[in-house]
C-alpha cells in the first residue's frame, strides 16, 4: 500500500483534458513539493513536473501541476497517444527521518 | 550529456546480499550539489526509494529497508553503489539509479539509468 494513494486508471480520448490525482497527508504533500513521473512500457521514468507545477525543458505546456492542501493534480490537456504510460506522483515525507514516498501508480490509457 | 548506467548480477541468493553499482559517464559524481538515488520497481508495480547520497557523502534511507541498505560512491571511479543484505524474494525487482540535480528540487530524479533487472532466488 502506498502512502500517496493514486487511482489505478484513467483514460481519455485524442484531444481530451484528463487529470490524475494523488492523495497524501501533512508530512508528505502538506510540507513538501511533489513531483511527477511518467513511465512508458519498457522504459526508466522520466520527470514531467517538480515543484508542484514546474515543468523540466522538454517536457510540453500540455503537461502541468498543481496542488492544494494534501493533494496535487497532474492535468494532460490535447491528449495523444503516445501519452499512453504511467504516472506516478512523489513527495517527500518528514516523518520517520525523512524519505521519498511514491504513489501506486497511474495507468493512463488513450481510448 | 551525463549518462546512468546500472550494473550487477542478475540473480542473487536468499539471504545473501545484493551488490549493484550505478556508473556515471559525462561528467563527474562529486561535482555541483546532487543526490544520488537507488529506486527500484518489481514487475508490473510501482516505484519505491530506497535512498539517497549527496555529493556531500550524507545519507538517507527509506525505514522500511534501513536496516539493510548502504549506498556509497566512489569517486575515483565516478560510481554510486548499493548493497543489501539478506534479500528475499521480495527483494526481487528492476533497480534504477537517478540523480536529482535540480537546484531547489532535492527530489527531482531528472536522470535515470535504464535498470538492472536483479531476481532473487535459490
Known amino acids: 500500500q502506498s502512502v500517496l494513494t493514486q487511482p489505478p486508471s484513467a483514460s481519455g480520448t485524442p484531444g481530451q483534458r484528463v487529470t490524475i490525482s494523488c492523495s497524501g497527508s501533512?508530512?508528505?504533500?502538506?510540507?513538501?513539493?511533489v513531483y511527477w513521473y511518467q513511465q512508458l512500457p519498457g522504459t526508466a521514468p522520466k520527470l514531467l513536473i517538480y515543484r508542484n507545477d514546474q515543468r523540466p525543458s522538454g517536457v510540453p505546456d500540455r503537461f502541468s501541476g498543481s496542488k492544494s492542501g494534501t493533494s496535487a493534480s497532474l492535468a494532460i490537456s490535447g491528449l495523444r497517444s503516445e501519452d499512453e504510460a504511467d504516472y506516478y506522483c512523489?513527495?517527500?515525507?518528514?516523518?520517520?527521518?525523512?524519505?521519498?514516498?511514491f504513489g501506486g501508480g497511474t495507468k493512463l490509457t488513450v481510448l | 550529456q551525463v549518462q546512468l548506467q546500472e550494473s550487477g548480477p542478475g540473480l542473487v541468493k536468499p539471504s545473501e546480499t545484493l551488490s549493484l553499482t550505478c556508473s556515471v559517464s559525462?561528467?563527474?559524481?562529486?561535482?555541483?550539489?546532487?543526490?544520488w538515488s537507488w529506486i527500484r520497481q518489481p514487475a508490473g508495480k510501482g516505484l519505491e526509494w530506497i535512498g539517497r547520497m549527496h555529493t556531500s557523502g550524507s545519507t538517507n534511507y527509506n525505514p522500511s529497508l534501513k536496516s539493510r541498505v548502504t549506498i556509497s560512491v566512489d569517486t575515483s571511479k565516478n560510481q554510486i553503489s548499493l548493497k543489501l543484505s539478506s534479500v528475499t524474494a521480495a527483494d526481487t525487482a528492476m533497480y534504477y539509479c537517478a540523480r536529482a540535480a535540480i537546484l531547489g528540487a532535492n527530489n527531482a530524479f531528472d536522470l535515470w539509468g535504464q535498470g538492472t533487472m536483479v531476481t532473487v532466488s535459490s
Open positions: 559525462g561528467g563527474s559524481i562529486s561535482s555541483g550539489s546532487c543526490y
Open positions: 512523489a513527495a517527500w515525507d518528514d516523518s520517520l527521518g525523512g524519505h521519498v514516498v
Open positions: 501533512y508530512s508528505n504533500i502538506g510540507s513538501n513539493n
